[in-house]
């Protein structure tokens, strides 16, 4: 398709287990995002990958938390032994890149990921 | 305290009225401004981007104040499809990443 899309669209886990969250971004993006949105927040940061390189994760809330791009294209974000603050929308989103100094290029969203932690 | 603050509302206005949102943002660093749009278990989408001198799209205007660090969003006779969550986004120089206020809930009413 077009669009960024993202599997699975929902995912139920009990407390303890370890998921893993795919995205597929825009083809030919350099750039591609993980955000966290809680119930009745904004999205979060987490990540951010320029094509295999992952050049910001300061936003990942603990050391369960591990994303890769080993190929510069999808991406998957794995949360290790899951517990309930972690659950929430996880978005992914991808750019053309940074166009300059001082422009940006859209970040274009895909459906998220609903994860709950029981 | 959050880098970009919002109303969170709700807003609930009749159609065909005027609203406005604002957003203040604490780094003055900050470079690019916009106003995301998000309706109900959807993801965000690009609304439109906000520059100093003031940008209007249709019914839609947004503004940016530098000085006092604050962001507006108005718009003119609101449509039942206007009910969404409004997001103040922010990114800081060199750096792509978006800085989310927590969102304004509008519901127009008919």
């Known amino acids: 398709g077009a669009g960024v899309s993202q599997s699975p669209r929902y995912k139920v886990a009990k407390r303890g287990q370890d998921v893993a969250l795919r995205c597929d971004p825009i083809s030919g993006h350099v750039s591609l995002f993980w955000y966290q949105q809680a119930l009745g927040q904004g999205p979060e940061f987490l990540t951010y990958?320029?094509?295999?390189?992952?050049?910001?994760k300061s936003g990942l809330p603990s050391d369960r938390f591990f994303a890769e791009r080993p190929e510069g294209s999808v991406s998957t974000l794995k949360i290790q032994r899951t517990q309930q603050e972690d659950s929430a929308v996880y978005l992914c989103a991808s750019s053309l890149g940074l166009a300059g100094p001082r422009s940006y290029n859209e970040q274009f969203f895909g459906p998220g990921t609903r994860l709950t932690v029981l | 305290r959050k880098e970009v603050e919002q109303d969170p509302g709700p807003f609930n206005v009749p159609e065909g009225a005027t609203v406005a949102f604002n957003c203040t943002y604490s780094?003055?660093?900050?470079?690019?401004f916009f106003w995301y749009r998000q309706d109900c278990r959807k993801e965000p989408k690009l609304l439109m981007s906000v520059y100093s001198s003031g940008n209007e799209d249709g019914r839609f205007t947004a503004q940016l104040n530098r000085a006092s660090q604050y962001i507006s969003l108005l718009i003119r006779d609101s449509k039942l499809s206007d009910s969404a969550t409004y997001l103040c986004?922010?990114?800081?120089?060199?750096?792509?990443?978006?800085?989310f206020g927590t969102g304004t809930r509008l519901t127009i009413i008919p």
């Open positions: 990958f320029q094509n295999e390189a992952q050049l910001d």
């Open positions: 986004v922010v990114t800081n120089f060199g750096n792509e990443k978006l800085t």
């Open positions: 780094n003055s660093a900050s470079q690019s």
